[in-house]
């Protein structure tokens, strides 16, 4: 069930021990570990200037040559940005990385 439709109130995470509460009005989230029985709070991810106008050129549906273009870099530029990206994220590729940029609303 959603309260007020801002919190996502389970969600488990990758490896299946852990449950997320997030709040889209707030710049940290709730972890509750099931192994050990704590819940922590972490602060959500940020994302930086460059890697905002890159998710967005991609959100249009352009390609790498035409987003290293637009913003004036090479290709190999746009690539280190964006695998930067995906390690701080926890993906593997661009489709995943634009779902997680959604769903949790960082642009």
């Given at each position: 069930?959603?309260?007020?439709?801002?919190?996502?109130?389970?969600?488990?995470?990758?490896?299946?021990?852990?449950?997320?509460?997030?709040?889209?009005?707030?710049?940290?989230?709730?972890?509750?570990?099931?192994?050990?029985?704590?819940?922590?709070?972490?602060?959500?991810?940020?994302?930086?200037?460059?890697?905002?106008?890159?998710?967005?050129?991609?959100?249009?549906?352009?390609?790498?040559?035409?987003?290293?273009e637009q913003l004036f870099v090479s290709p190999s530029t746009?690539?280190?940005?964006?695998?930067?990206?995906?390690k701080r994220i926890g993906v593997k590729n661009i489709i995943?990385?634009?779902?997680?940029?959604?769903?949790?609303?960082?642009?």
């Amino acid at each position: 069930m959603l309260v007020n439709h801002r919190i996502t109130p389970v969600e488990f995470d990758g490896d299946g021990g852990n449950i997320r509460i997030i709040s889209n009005t707030s710049e940290s989230y709730w972890k509750y570990n099931l192994f050990t029985g704590k819940w922590t709070e972490e602060c959500k991810v940020t994302l930086k200037i460059r890697e905002i106008e890159i998710m967005r050129l991609y959100l249009q549906g352009l390609k790498i040559e035409e987003i290293a273009e637009q913003l004036f870099v090479s290709p190999s530029t746009i690539k280190f940005h964006r695998s930067k990206l995906f390690k701080r994220i926890g993906v593997k590729n661009i489709i995943e990385a634009i779902s997680y940029v959604i769903t949790n609303n960082l642009i």
